[in-house]
């Protein structure tokens, strides 16, 4: 036994710090720059700007600066911007679940859409349909949170950095920025080993089993369906890269393909995405089941229409041979 654990164990750290390294190099230049925008007031101008726009979501204007980042660059270093501006903005569970979830449906576009673009399908459609996507749900929580009166307590940011007797001179705010890194890499750590032990007893495996069918009445069809799963579960590079193969292999029918990357475009990832929006006080009932509800919805009309295109409007949002 402990001739496994010690080899799995050292692999296990070794793929988890090669990954964190490749994220640091992202994180730590946005942090100073960050750092350096609030001090200089670059972050107030820019949610002077932005605050009407966050209104239409009920969100604080300094959550403009978190979106966009995320757009542009990807989760972890949104993640890490959102942990700055925490101790100066009082976030909400509502704020965290509205923000959380619009982060997860529109993220680092310019490296995932590439491999949807790679699948064939049109880059303008595809971030467009993300972008809606990531607009209705803000929208659509921020209604019935305000109705309902619900997740108005404070955020539980399980990863905060320390607002207690706050030194904010630039040696204080390396030392709590130190602190947040370290607990990144173990949440990342374990996110990587929950991963490999669902793999190795077969809950991975039969989640896609399950699933598969279920997607196959969104319109993904049955060779395209157990490749989407993966994209889905895993994220889209996975599932994306492994549909691009058989797309470059012509195994696979184009609107089948059209259908699956666009469903995963908007729900992918959805075990590691999900832990760090809940990490950073997301609420599982939004984060998670409410991103996959709102998938469904918006997939299966166009789903419907994308089946009665004719061939010449199909080619407008799709192009073989790319």
Known sequence: MNT????????????????????????????????????????????????????????????????????????????IILLALAPDVAFTTADMTIIGGMLLFGHALPIEQVI?????????????????????YGFICHFLFSVFGLFDEPANILIAMDNADVDNSWMGWIISSLKSLFLIFWILTGLIALLKIMEYVGITRWLMKALTPVLRILGIGPNAAPLAMVGILLGLSFGGGLIMREVDKGTLN?????ISMIFLGFCHGLIEDTIIVMAIGGHWSAVFVGRILLSMLLIIPLSFYVKRMSDKQFNLVYKTGK
């Open 116 to 136: 949807v673009k790679r699948t064939g399908v049109s880059l303008i459609f595809s971030c467009f349909t993300r972008l809606f996507a990531m607009l209705v």
């Open 4 to 79: 496994r654990i010690v080899p799995a164990t050292r692999t296990l750290f070794k793929e988890s710090f090669a990954v964190y390294w490749g994220l640091l190099k992202i994180m730590v230049p946005v942090m100073v720059l960050v750092e350096i925008g609030i001090r200089a007031g670059l972050v107030d101008f820019i949610s002077d700007w932005a605050g009407p726009f966050m209104d239409l979501f009920g969100l604080p204007a300094e959550a403009s600066l978190i979106l966009a980042t995320n757009l542009f660059v990807g989760l972890y270093p949104s993640v």
């Open 254 to 258: 184009p609107r089948s393909v059209f």
